[in-house]
C-alpha cells in the first residue's frame, strides 16, 4: 500500500514570488509519482510526472518536481509564479506494478495574489 | 478526442433517492476510474474497470454502490439510498494499459448534494 503526505494545505504567495509544495511519500514497492493541478469545478490535470530516469522532470508551464528516494520526496516548485497559477495541486503515487490505481494526498492550495 | 466526459455536472437528491452517474472515457482507453473526492481532500479510489471487466473495488465502495461497463465503453457509478455523507465530487478518468504510466485523464466530475 502507499500513501501520500502533503503537509501544508495553503501556501499564499505573491506573484512573481518562487513556492515550493511539498510532497512525501511511502510505499514498500518502486512507485511512479504525479502532480496533478485541479482549477475550480473542473477536473484534475496532469501536471508532470517522474517514471524513471532523471530525477529532476520539468512542466511545460515552468513548474518542476525533483524526485529523492532517500527522502521520499517530489516537491513541486516555480522559479516564479503567476497569479493564473492559483489552484489546488495534488501529489499522487502508483506502483510500478501491474496495479494501476492512483493513490493522492489531500492537496495544498497555492494562493497566489500581487 | 473530447476527453472524458461525465453526466450530469451537478446533482443534487433528497436523502433515501437513488441515483445514476455517466463516464464516456476517451474512446481508445481501455481502463476507466472512479474516484470520490470530498472537500478539502485529495481524490480516493472507489473502482476500476478495464474493458468490461471491474478488476478491483476500494473498501468506500459500500453495498448500496455499483458500478459497470456494459460493453467496455461507457460507465455507470449508481447510488441507492443516498445518504448526506454521500455529498462529494464524483470522478472518472481513462487510460490506456499501455500507457498508464502518462497518468490519467480526468472528466470534470459530477458534484452530489444529498439534502
Same mark, same amino acid.
Given at each position: 500500500a502507499q500513501s501520500v503526505t502533503q503537509l501544508d494545505s495553503q501556501v499564499p504567495v505573491f506573484e512573481e514570488a518562487p513556492v515550493e509544495l511539498r510532497c512525501n511519500y511511502s510505499s514498500s514497492v518502486s512507485v511512479y509519482l504525479f502532480w496533478y493541478v485541479q482549477y475550480p469545478n473542473q477536473g484534475l490535470q496532469l501536471l508532470l510526472k517522474y517514471?524513471?530516469? /532523471?530525477?529532476l522532470v520539468e512542466s511545460i508551464n515552468g513548474f518542476e518536481a525533483e524526485f529523492n528516494k532517500s527522502q521520499t520526496s517530489f516537491h513541486l516548485r516555480k522559479p516564479s509564479v503567476h497569479i493564473s497559477d492559483t489552484a489546488e495541486y495534488f501529489c499522487a503515487v502508483r506502483s510500478?506494478?501491474?496495479? /494501476?490505481k492512483l493513490t493522492f494526498g489531500t492537496g495544498t492550495r497555492l494562493q497566489v495574489t500581487l | 478526442d473530447t476527453g472524458v466526459s461525465q453526466n450530469p455536472r451537478h446533482k443534487i437528491t433528497k436523502r433515501g433517492q437513488n441515483v445514476t452517474f455517466r463516464c464516456d472515457p476517451? /474512446?481508445?482507453?481501455n481502463r476507466l476510474y472512479w474516484y470520490r473526492q470530498t472537500l478539502g481532500q485529495g481524490p480516493e479510489f472507489l473502482t476500476y474497470f478495464q474493458n468490461e471487466a471491474q478488476l478491483e473495488k476500494s473498501?468506500?465502495? /459500500?453495498?448500496r454502490f455499483s458500478a459497470e461497463r456494459p460493453k467496455g465503453s461507457f460507465s455507470t457509478l449508481e447510488i441507492q439510498r443516498?445518504?448526506?455523507?454521500?455529498s462529494a465530487m464524483y470522478l472518472c478518468a481513462s487510460s490506456h494499459e499501455t500507457s498508464g504510466t502518462r497518468g490519467y485523464t480526468f472528466g470534470s466530475g459530477t458534484r452530489l448534494t444529498v439534502v
Open positions: 517514471l524513471s530516469g /532523471s530525477t510500478t506494478g501491474t496495479a /494501476s | 476517451i /474512446s481508445e482507453h473498501r468506500l465502495l /459500500s453495498d443516498t445518504e448526506q455523507g454521500d
